[in-house]
């Protein structure tokens, strides 16, 4: 498809550059197939939904994946290089978009955090060794440190990845360690929060089980490649990055059970959708799921597993907003999103929230 079919025009001033106050007092567009989008708030979710109904939420925690450092060649050049880490792959490895990539290649060792002046402990630097190079800056990165000691050294040393359309216009500050984090997450990994869960907080949780509402947790660690444009003119020529996830047996379980007594899946989160799409059969049952996946979804996808979608309202000609047509139909989400720009509501990752119900067609 064009990819020009997914664009609007949305003014800068939509996008959010915080979050609501309190969480679940966010806005809530509610969009039912065929019928005209109804204005509420997140707190009255538990009433848009029915008992039996199944909440899925992404349990992944967002670390600090952004570092500074300086790239070190023998003949003594020098020069800073900042990293996004987006993908692990082994004890040691990240894979990272990194600044400036032209200047990089691979056997340069960078020191993250010290700037490599000396220091020697591990909580003040972190060295690695460029292994492989990749398109659009992609570079993976062999680090001197392993496992748990690899992770707690990107604790001390990196920065909370806020999204580039805030970080663009404020610093990172110390109030979004607790808002650009879930209350329920648990699974450290991802470097973008899973958004549609920003809005809950424990009593809207506990709320939704006094009204029937099951909750399960899976885990999609969310990738930098999140925050990646399509600069494609076809959405068949745009190559989504892989993430990894995870769906237990029991998790699969409870699902599939749910479904077989008449509940409904309700992905809280495109990244929850993904999984579960991933991981679904054709007739639909959750199979459990340990891995990697670069699922494209667009319209004419035909979803398997998801019966309703939380989300937050997306960028123009983003992945985000094909899937979100794929889901709710392309000319009703066209309409959705004029209607909430129209009425006031806040674009993006700090911004308000839709519940949307599968396109009949489906």
Known sequence: MRVDLFDFDLPEESIALRPAVPRDGARLMLLHPGSPPED?????????????DVLVFN?????????HGLRHRPEGTRVRVEAMLHLREGPDRWRAFARPAKRLRVGDRVSFGGAGEGETCALTRLDATI?????????????????????EAVAALGELPLPPYIAAKRPTDA???ADYQTVYARQPGAVAAPTAGLHFTPGLLASCAAAGLAQVRVTLHVGAGTFLPVKADDTDEHRMHAEVGEITPEAAEALNRARAAGGRIVAVGTTALRLLESAAAPDGTIRPWTGATDIFITPGYRFRA?????????????TLFMLVSAFAGLDAMGAAYAAAIQRGYRFYSYGDTSLLFRAETQ
């Open 40 to 52: 509420r708030v997140v707190r009255d979710l538990p009433g848009l939904l029915r008992p039996g």
């Open 59 to 67: 349990d992944t925690r967002v670390i600090p994946a952004r570092l």
């Open 131 to 151: 292994v492989e190079r990749g398109e659009g800056g992609e570079t993976t990165f062999a680090f001197d440190l392993s496992g748990l000691a690899l992770d």
């Open 175 to 177: 109030q979004d360690a």
């Open 306 to 318: 998801v019966d309703a979608l939380m989300t937050n309202f997306h960028l123009p000609r983003s």
